[in-house]
């Protein structure tokens, strides 16, 4: 009998050992599983990152530079125009310059395809050179640009 009780106690203690591995190896299951998802989201919030960034550059390589829209007219005697070339508006302009009568001349904004008239004096022994400067929407500084007064046509 002794040995019938033996086998009883040995048997349902292996099947708590066996119950418990079980517990333990679901736990483990359980444990690999939520690392994994926890990496492979990881994973796709670094390929996010990394096609946001790919797309900027892309961008960046792809946009026009700006460039500055203005032409310079000759309108009639001493009066010219600084001819907005561009596609936007822009705004504080400026002209300066030595032959520029009145220099500066402003206005608040200068509309694509309009123009602001200056007068100035083209004639031996002055300097021609006309500076402009502007705000412009996308740019974080003032920009400069120069140029000279047209010949009278």
Do not use: C
């Amino acid at each position: 009998m002794p040995s019938i009780v033996s086998a009883v106690v040995a048997v349902g203690a292996f099947g708590l050992t066996l119950r418990e591995k079980r517990a333990a190896t679901r736990a483990a299951v359980d444990a690999a599983d939520s690392s994994y998802q926890a990496r492979a989201a990881a994973a796709a919030e670094r390929n996010a990152e990394a096609l946001t960034r790919l797309a900027d550059a892309s961008d960046r390589r792809t946009a026009k530079p700006y460039r500055p829209p203005w032409k310079i007219e000759h309108v009639t005697g001493s009066t010219y125009a600084l001819r907005n070339t561009g596609d936007d508006t822009e705004d504080n302009v400026m002209i300066t310059g030595r032959s520029v009568r009145g220099a500066p001349v402003s206005a608040s904004e200068v509309h694509a395809g309009s123009s602001l008239s200056f007068l100035a004096i083209r004639a031996w022994g002055i300097d021609r050179e006309i500076v402009v400067r502007w705000n412009h929407g996308s740019l974080g500084e003032q920009p400069l640009w120069r140029d000279e007064l047209p010949f009278k046509e």
